[in-house]
C-alpha cells in the first residue's frame, strides 16, 4: 500500500525490548487516519475488566501518523497523532500535533510507535533509519522542553524529536508532548503518560522517500487548496496577523471567553492582546509549516522589561484567550511570557489558563483560602506566572492541587466551586464560546475526548 511503510515500532520500556509489528492493508483502510489506527490498537490492548489506570504501566502511549502525512497538502502533511487513556479525563484522549515529527518518523520507515510498560530510569529513544536505541536519559532530566530539543539536535544528530518538560515528569495532568518549539499535542495530558514511563524524549531521523499511489492528484490538490485559500478572508487574516488576528473580530461575535467566562466584551483587552497589536510590537516574523502556504505561527521577541523573552515562537489564539481575556491579562508581553514558560515547562495552555481561571473566580469568592502567599486576582499577571511554576513544579499546596486540572481541584475545594468550573468529562474548554455559535455547545457535548474545538468544525453554526 502507498504511502505508508506497512509497519509500526513498538517497545516494551520495563523490559527495553523493541519489534516491529506488520500492520495489514485492510486495517489502514477500515481504521483510516492515525487516530483511528491508535483507537483500534488501544480498544484491543485495553483490559476492560481492570479498568487501567492512565498513569500505569498497562497504558499505552501511542503516536501514529496518517495517509496525509508526508505529503505537500497545506495543513495536513506535517499532522501526527497522539493517543492513550487521558490522565486528565480518565476516558479516551488524543492531541494531534503539527512540526516535522510525523514526517521523519514516517521517512524513518515506521508509520507509528507504540509505547507500553514503564523505564526504571529516564530514557529517550532515538530512531535512525530503521535503527532503534533506548538510551538513558539522565543528562535531560529537569530540560526543558526547547533545551532538549537543541541537544538532541546537536549531540545525537537527529532532525526532530518529541519531548515532555517537567510538568511531564512531574505528571501534571495537563502536560503536553512538545515538537519542534511551537508544535506541541496539547490536549488530554498525554505528556503526563509519557513522563510515568519516564520516557524523556524521541529523536528520530529518516532519509528513506514515502512513494504515493499517485503524486501527481496531490500535486493538482495542493495547486487548488491554495488557489482557493488565496480567495478566503480567514486564510489571507491568518496569514497577516496569525490565529490571533481573529480575537478582535470574534469578540464582536461574542465568542471569546472574558474573566473565567463571566463577560462577553472588553474592549482594551481586545485591541492589546490581539494578532494585529503582536505585529505592531513583537513580531520578528512569520513562520509556515512544511507544505503550507500560509504562514499562520509567530516568531516573536520581547526586547525589555521583565517578560523579556529572546526570539521564539508568539501565542496563539488559545494562548492569548486562555491566559489573556479569560484571566483578564490585558497585557501582551507579559501574555507572551507565560505562553514561553508554559512551552518550556510543557503544558497545555487552554486546561492550564482555563485551570487557574478557575482558582481566581474561587479566590475572589472566598472558597480558596490556601494559595501559598500568593494573592489570586483577575489580571495579576505576575502572579499568574508564578503560579504558571507552581503548577509545573508541582509546588506543595495549590501548585499540587491546579496541577490536577479545575474538576479535580473542584472536587476537592467543595464549598460549591463547581459552579465555576467549565469543563466537559473533565477537559478544560477551549476558548471558543458556544453561546455566539450553538453548534459547538452540541460538539463540546459529544466529542469522544471532552471539550474539543477541532473534532467537527462547529464555529460559524448558529
Ligand atoms: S502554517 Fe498555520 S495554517 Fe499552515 S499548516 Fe501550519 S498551523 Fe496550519
Redesign the pocket.
Known amino acids: 500500500m502507498k504511502g505508508y511503510n506497512g509497519k509500526i515500532l513498538e517497545v516494551d520500556l520495563t523490559s527495553k525490548i523493541f519489534r516491529e509489528l506488520i500492520i495489514k492493508e485492510e486495517l489502514y483502510r477500515k481504521y483510516l487516519g492515525g487516530t483511528g489506527l491508535a483507537a483500534k490498537i488501544l480498544f484491543d490492548n485495553y483490559d476492560f475488566k481492570k479498568k487501567i489506570s492512565p498513569l500505569s504501566a498497562e497504558n499505552l502511549l501511542i503516536f501514529m501518523t496518517g495517509p496525509l502525512t508526508a505529503t505537500r497538502l ?2 495536513c ?2 499532522r501526527f497523532s497522539v493517543c492513550s487513556i487521558s490522565p486528565l479525563t480518565g476516558i479516551w484522549g488524543e492531541a494531534s500535533c ?1 512540526g516535522r515529527f510525523g514526517i521523519q518518523l514516517k521517512k524513518a520507515g515506521f508509520d507509528g510507535i507504540v509505547i507500553k510498560g514503564v523505564s526504571d530510569s529516564p530514557v529517550f529513544i532515538k530512531i535512525v533509519d530503521g535503527n532503534v536505541e533506548i538510551k538513558d536519559a539522565s543528562r535531560l532530566w529537569n530540560k526543558d522542553t526547547y533545551e532538549v530539543y537543541d541537544i538532541l539536535r546537536k549531540e545525537e544528530g537527529v532532525a526532530t524529536s518529541l519531548s515532555i518538560g517537567i510538568a511531564g515528569e512531574n505528571k501534571v495532568l495537563f502536560a503536553n508532548i512538545a515538537n519542534e518549539p511551537g508544535n506541541y499535542a496539547g490536549r488530554c495530558g498525554l505528556g503526563a503518560v509519557m513522563g510515568s514511563k519516564n520516557l524523556k524524549a524521541i529523536g528520530v531521523k529518516g532519509t528513506k522517500s514515502i512513494e504515493f499511489a499517485d503524486s501527481k492528484k496531490i500535486d493538482k490538490l495542493r495547486k487548488n487548496i491554495i488557489e482557493k485559500q488565496r480567495e478566503n478572508i480567514i486564510v489571507q487574516t ?1 496569514k497577516e496577523f496569525g ?1 490571533d488576528g481573529g480575537l478582535p473580530v470574534l469578540m464582536m461575535l461574542g465568542d471569546v471567553p472574558i474573566k473565567n467566562w463571566n463577560l462577553g466584551v472588553w474592549d482594551e483587552g481586545s485591541e492589546e492582546l490581539s494578532g494585529m497589536n503582536m505585529s505592531e510590537t513583537i513580531l520578528i516574523n512569520k ?3 512544511f ?2 502556504s ?4 509567530r516568531a516573536v521577541k520581547v526586547n525589555e522589561g521583565k517578560y523579556k523573552i529572546e526570539k521564539g515562537p508568539g501565542p496563539e489564539y488559545e494562548t492569548c484567550a486562555s491566559f489573556g481575556t479569560l484571566c483578564y491579562i490585558d497585557d501582551l508581553k507579559a501574555v507572551t511570557k507565560i505562553n514561553e514558560l508554559c512551552n518550556r515547562y510543557g503544558m497545555d495552555t487552554i486546561s492550564c489558563g482555563g485551570t487557574i481561571a478557575f482558582a481566581i473566580e474561587c479566590a475572589e469568592a472566598g472558597i480558596l483560602k490556601n494559595t501559598n502567599g500568593l494573592k489570586l486576582s483577575f489580571g495579576d499577571a505576575d502572579a499568574i506566572l508564578k503560579l504558571v511554576e507552581m503548577i509545573a513544579k508541582r509546588d506543595k499546596g495549590i501548585g499540587n492541587l491546579l496541577a490536577d486540572g479545575s474538576k479535580k481541584a473542584s472536587k476537592k475545594i467543595g464549598k460549591e466551586s463547581e459552579k465555576f468550573l467549565v469543563e466537559v468529562k473533565g477537559l478544560e474548554v477551549p476558548m471558543h464560546d458556544p453561546r455566539a455559535f450553538h453548534g459547538l455547545g452540541l460538539e463540546y457535548a459529544i466529542s469522544n475526548r471532552g471539550a474539543c474545538h477541532v473534532n467537527s468544525y462547529q464555529m460559524f453554526v448558529l
Open positions: 497545506p495543513g502533511a506535517t503539527g491568518l490565529t513562520k509556515a509549516c507544505g503550507c500560509i504562514s499562520c505561527k
